[in-house]
């Protein structure tokens, strides 16, 4: 099976992405499924994945590599309290999904990617030799980003926003999946794609 991740940035995001679901086992009762993840739309950025462009890009990716369907991950920009944010994004990721040719399961990440790096805090120490700990909801953090970047203002390695796929590769999935969970969640959109994908 072939799962193509869409996001705002191609390679700072949807690559972390493909690294971290890599990690993960997905299973039909014990036999073990064979899923590809396939980063797409190397030339849309930022809010123009809410745009008219990106449902030519997924339509034409689509069927270049023969996907089964496409992952589109988006940041809220905004806490899981703020229904509003979460109901007017879900709207327009909905419009995009009726466009385009294939199935889309929808990744709303909530504040921004970085929480789910605040779900495994101790990955991020070991990258940046810091020595923070981060014990409540990673969701419920503003601006993770902005404190990501604070954490490392006096270590000789800064974190920047390109260091995304490196750090996700340290990331332990399992320990992602356990802190960052509930309603609209890393983990509750884990078990939407082992339902898709069985």
Do not use: W
Not at 69 to 96: N, P
């Amino acid at each position: 099976m072939k799962i193509g991740i869409i996001s705002e940035n191609y390679f700072n995001d949807s690559k972390a992405y493909k690294v971290l679901l890599d990690k993960h086992v997905f299973k039909k009762g014990k036999k073990k499924l064979n899923i590809s993840f396939i980063p797409i739309g190397k030339k849309i950025e930022g809010t123009y994945l809410l745009t008219g462009k990106v449902v030519r890009i997924i339509n034409t990716e689509c069927k270049k590599k023969n996907l089964d369907f496409v992952i589109f991950a988006k940041d809220l920009d905004a806490l899981s309290t703020d229904r509003r944010a979460i109901q007017v994004l879900t709207k327009k990721i909905e419009q995009i999904a009726q466009q385009v040719s294939i199935k889309i399961l929808p990744f709303i990440v909530i504040f921004e990617q970085e929480a789910l790096i605040l779900a495994d805090i101790k990955a991020f120490n070991k990258e940046y030799g810091t020595n923070s700990s981060f014990s409540k909801d990673p969701k419920l953090q503003p601006n993770p980003k902005k404190l990501l970047k604070k954490l490392t203002n006096k270590t000789k390695k800064k974190y920047k926003e390109s260091d995304t796929p490196e750090i996700f590769q340290q990331l332990d999935f399992q320990t992602v999946f356990n802190n960052h969970k509930g309603e609209n969640s890393f983990q509750s959109f884990i078990k939407e794609l082992e339902k898709a994908v069985i």
